[in-house]
């Protein structure tokens, strides 16, 4: 019996997603139905190529057609099966499905609704062939393509300045970083190696530099320090926009990158401690950024930050297959926490201060109660789903003496993450009421439902991954029950710290109009500085060299201030003329008459 292709397996999924993108658009006719049931039937699809993993246990490998070939380099279209392509892609179009459900009541007045859900469809799409790409310059272009879809739908509201200027922190963060990635195949052409993904582990020297190309290229599409100011920005998008950006697809892809090339990345042990020390810094400057902000979207934002800085900690640690549950787990939670913001946001006439709701425990009782679910499963509450990878990277850094900094600054970002997650609960959740008595609030069943599903995957999706889809070649660790329950315990001194802090607050007086902006909300903003201080720097020097140099040097020396010199020159000589002495009129009437006789008879003798 001939078994089934990969290429079928994974065409079957994607080939149903795209219909929706072949009928013609129109305002008149509304497609937002066929493109939810598409893509549940591609999640229902997609189950195929897991099961035939599952029944196989081996990774396949298809190649279909070859493009050209550069030297001894031969770039050709190519699939892979394994365990990170078959596991995420069920998890990719559950998100996609849960989420356009939602969006299809929340976005209902937008007129061009058609073509945001075609965009969606291709941003899906991308991310597929990001996932099954066995060669870089295959995922390079599903790499490209949801850099250039994200950019589309974060100017979704092109109309608005901020969502401008969102977009283009996007594309040009992102393409800053794809020089890392070009570098990289760049090197693996002039060396004659081959572009696939599973490349041969090589001597440290010649190593760094395409492992510091990948480790660019992943901190920029996962917003690490330094390339973070464009994911908070993100947040001008539609809200599903920020659910499946943030979820399950762009953000993702960083760390996916080095997963997938962990075996080059971990020829170079510099570029491997980069990534530890990235992490580090990114998941504790992130959650600590977090813990003041007001904008609920932005907390959330934040928190994702703080959450990839801690996948970049499992690459560091040499644990590419934590870093890989970490993003299975973190898919479920993150998702279902934007659609509870976005039904919040919605519910209160787009307001979006924290300070200004609380008590939605009664108005919206399921929506509030899921986002209890998500902050605690983010927090890393024993069996929720965010519990099982969370946990197993942070005993992997208590088992690890690779970096103390490092691991400590993880370690801190763990606990801050358990504070801003109580205090948004607190504010938005519980508390006394601070919204407007005028305004209805209601829970529609058709934005309920994908929220209630997600839930339940913030449940018992750890669980199942860990029991079933994790990868088995995890290092089994040995430690003292002390450092076992380091992770509980981190979770437990944030509760008591949090709300000890919350206790505390109540206790304190109305801040004064008009007082300086808390240093913990400045914080990580330095955006700020690249993107107005630095610029306005710029300008201010281009235009003293334009103007005032330029303007000195050439345009007045050579024009007002030259022709005043040769006028104070000539006025000088004639003026020396005129001193009522003899001498100077005879020296010039003597040279006069020579000058005159030299000149005739030149011309005479001529």
């Not at 009664?362 to 990878?389: H, N, R, W």
């Not at 339940?456 to 999706?461: K, V």
């Not at 709300?499 to 801040?511: E, F, G, K, R």
Request: include cysteine.
């Amino acid at each position: 019996m001939t078994k089934p292709s990969p290429l079928i397996l994974f065409l079957i999924p994607m080939l149903i997603l795209s219909l929706p993108a072949l009928l013609p658009t129109s305002k008149l006719i509304r497609y937002p139905i066929i493109n939810v049931m598409t893509a549940k039937l591609a999640f229902f699809a997609s189950l195929l190529p897991t099961a035939y993993f599952i029944y196989t246990g081996m990774i396949t490998t298809t190649h279909e057609f070859q493009l050209l070939t550069i030297g001894m380099t031969t770039i050709q279209i190519s699939f892979v099966l394994d365990s990170y392509s078959t596991f995420f892609l069920p998890i990719l179009l559950f998100i996609v499905w849960t989420i356009m459900e939602f969006t299809m009541q929340y976005m209902k007045s937008d007129l061009e609704i058609n073509i945001f859900f075609n965009q969606l469809t291709i941003f899906t799409t991308m991310m597929m062939i990001l996932l099954t790409a066995e060669n870089i310059f295959q995922l390079f272009v599903g790499w490209e393509g949801v850099g250039i879809m994200s950019f589309m739908l974060i100017n979704w509201w092109s109309f608005r300045s901020n969502s401008n200027k969102a977009a283009m922190q996007a594309m040009i963060y992102n393409r800053l970083a794809d020089i890392g990635l070009m570098v990289t195949m760049a090197w693996m052409v002039i060396n004659n190696m081959s572009l696939s993904i599973n490349v041969v582990q090589t001597s440290p020297k010649l190593a760094l530099i395409p492992a510091l190309g990948l480790v660019l290229a992943a901190a920029g599409k996962s917003a690490q320090f330094g390339f973070h100011p464009w994911l908070p920005a993100a947040m001008e998008g539609p809200t599903p926009v920020s659910a499946l950006l943030h979820s399950s697809t762009m953000v993702v892809a960083g760390v996916f990158l080095l997963i997938r090339t962990s075996t080059l990345l971990y020829s170079s042990e510099t570029a491997t401690m980069i990534c530890l020390l990235l992490g580090g810094i990114t998941s504790l400057l992130a959650a600590t950024c977090s813990l003041a902000q007001n904008d609920l979207k932005k907390i959330i934002a934040y928190s994702t930050t703080s959450q990839l800085g801690l996948m970049m900690v499992a690459i560091g640690l040499k644990q590419p297959e934590l870093a890989f549950m970490h993003i299975s787990t973190h898919a479920f939670f993150k998702a279902m926490l934007f659609l509870c913001a976005g039904m919040i946001i919605h519910g209160l006439n787009n307001e979006q201060d924290v300070r200004k709701m609380g008590g939605l425990k009664k108005a919206l009782p399921i929506t509030s109660s899921c986002l209890v679910i998500g902050s605690l499963a983010l927090s890393g509450m024993p069996f929720m789903t965010g519990f099982y990878s969370k946990d197993a990277i942070i005993e992997s850094i208590g088992t690890s003496y690779v970096n103390s900094l490092s691991l400590a600054m993880t370690l801190m970002a763990t606990t801050f993450t358990t504070l801003y997650s109580l205090r948004m609960v607190y504010y938005v959740a519980l508390n006394t009421p601070r919204i407007l008595t005028l305004s209805t609030l209601h829970e529609d069943p058709q934005m309920v439902n994908p929220i209630l599903r997600l839930a339940l995957g913030s449940i018992t999706a750890g669980l199942l991954i860990s029991a079933t889809i994790l990868p088995t070649n995890i290092q089994q660790l040995t430690m003292p029950a002390s450092t076992k329950l380091v992770a509980l315990s981190i979770l437990a001194l944030g509760l008591l710290i949090g709300s000890a802090l919350i206790m505390m607050a109540n206790q304190l007086p109305t801040p004064i109009k008009g007082a300086q902006t808390p240093l913990l909300f400045k914080i990580f903003h330095f955006y700020f500085i690249l993107h107005h201080t630095m610029p306005a720097a710029i300008l201010k020097i281009s235009q003293k060299l334009s103007t005032h140099l330029m303007d000195q040097t050439h345009y007045e020396n050579l024009g007002p201030k030259t022709a005043a010199y040769l006028q104070m020159l000539a006025a000088k000589m004639l003026t020396s003329f005129h001193k009522a002495q003899i001498s100077p009129y005879l020296k010039t009437f003597i040279t006069f008459i020579v000058l005159i006789l030299i000149i005739y008879f030149s011309s005479t003798n001529a």
